[in-house]
């Protein structure tokens, strides 16, 4: 049962424009998302998070919106540059999984085009 | 800082054998994590230790797999006997206190033939 789930394994855009990746979660106990940006041979390292008390959270080129109601979550990437390709993993945690367990979606594979 | 380190990058094994991946966590982080990726499971977390005490091992599949952390600078995670399933990159991170985000090494690849 997978409790977070992005249902898009791959995403093409051109460089400039605006990527979207989203993310869907069942648990309705999950108050903390993340993203994490992976590159091949490398650990994934942290790209932004937000809390439940938040739908909005931005740092620089990187946006992530969440809205509980539909329990989905979506990192809007502006504009996008050859170097933001790479595999993009949503994340959650909440009380219930405890704070420090992050559940993993698969990840959805980013490519920006020159 | 250097980050997390694990050794080894690569490990390739026969079915039967043990296997020991090493971590080495960010100096002054609290929280260790030990996750697997595989095709089919993605990331999921097998461990995660406290101030060097495990605190949630639920995710860890079988007797076969152990993990230990002695000190606050280094965790091993075991595999005795290996079996081809095991087959995956294991990923070691750390961080720090309870709401910051985890710091991930840059994985172990196992192949067990």
């Known amino acids: 049962d997978q409790q977070v789930k992005q249902n898009s394994p791959s995403l093409s855009v051109q460089e400039g424009r605006i990527s979207i990746l989203n993310c869907d979660y069942t648990?309705?106990?999950?108050?903390?998302f993340l993203w994490y940006k992976k590159y091949p041979a490398e650990g994934p390292t942290f790209l932004i998070s937000?809390?439940?008390?938040?739908d909005k959270n931005e740092d620089g080129r990187f946006t992530v919106f969440l809205n509980k109601s539909a329990k989905h979550l979506s990192l809007h990437i502006v504009p996008s540059q050859p170097g933001d390709s790479a595999v993009y993993f949503c994340?959650?945690?909440?009380?219930?999984?405890?704070?420090?367990?992050?559940?993993f979606g698969s990840g959805t594979r980013l490519q920006v085009q020159p | 800082d250097a980050g997390v380190i694990q050794s080894p990058r690569h490990e390739v094994t026969e079915m039967g054998q043990e296997v020991t991946l090493r971590c080495k966590p960010i100096s002054g982080h609290d929280y260790l994590f030990w996750y697997r990726q595989t095709m089919m499971r993605g990331l999921e977390l097998l461990i995660y230790f406290n101030n060097n005490v495990p605190i949630d091992d639920s995710g860890m599949p079988e007797d076969r797999f152990s993990a230990k952390m002695p000190n606050a600078s280094f965790s091993t995670l075991k595999i005795q006997p290996s079996e081809p399933r095991d087959s995956a990159v294991y990923f070691c991170a750390s961080s720090f206190g309870a709401n910051s985000p985890l710091h991930f090494g840059n994985g172990t690849r196992l192949t067990v033939t």
């Open positions: 994340a959650a945690s909440g009380p219930d999984t405890g704070r420090r367990a992050l559940t």
């Open positions: 937000i809390s439940s008390i938040k």
């Open positions: 648990n309705s106990m999950f108050d903390y």
